[in-house]
């Protein structure tokens, strides 16, 4: 039996054919399913980045009409200030009293409390001030107007016979964040 070209022809083309397809199962398919991994990450990713500019957009939207209160805010940092120095308190209540009338005579600053589940920092002072009557409730009535958080927490008072002054006596205590 003598085999002729044409008959190889089919045998090759049909070898051909096999080795093309499990060239094409065996090196084409893995790049096939890593090029469709890296598709949906990158569809995820691009997902991730659209939520994050939304969000973005929210919070700039949010901070414009921040801006609006912008005095409010300030006020609020003010009454409730980050860690403040025992000399800005003490000065606004000196400069209040002097203002008012009245005279500081004592000062005696306690020591700061901090609650524990709270980020909360209190602080007591005692102060002694010498004045009349009216500049005293003048004078608390600037603290209450004030925007600082300052709560008094007791009032003691003694006059002197002869003057129409007043030895007042009273204990405050402040509030602030503590970081």
Known sequence: MKITFKQIIPIILICLFALLVLGGYFICWPKYQEFKDKKTELETKNEEIRLKEEH???????????????????KIDSAF??????AAVLSFLQK?????????TNVDMSETQQSSEERIQETSLSLSV???????????SAIYGSS?????????F????????????????????AY
């Open 158 to 177: 003694s006059s002197e016979k002869e003057k129409n002054f007043f030895d007042f006596d009273f204990k405050l205590k402040t509030q602030s964040y």
């Open 148 to 156: 600082r958080l300052i709560e008094v927490e007791s009032i003691s």
């Open 96 to 104: 209040t009293s002097l203002e008012n009338g009245l005279i500081l």
């Open 81 to 86: 200030p980050v860690n403040p120095s025992p």
């Open 56 to 74: 973005l957009s929210t919070l700039e939207t949010f901070s414009e009409k921040l801006l609006a209160y912008n005095e409010q805010l300030s």
């Open 130 to 140: 010498n004045g009349s009557y009216s500049a005293f409730k003048n004078f608390l």
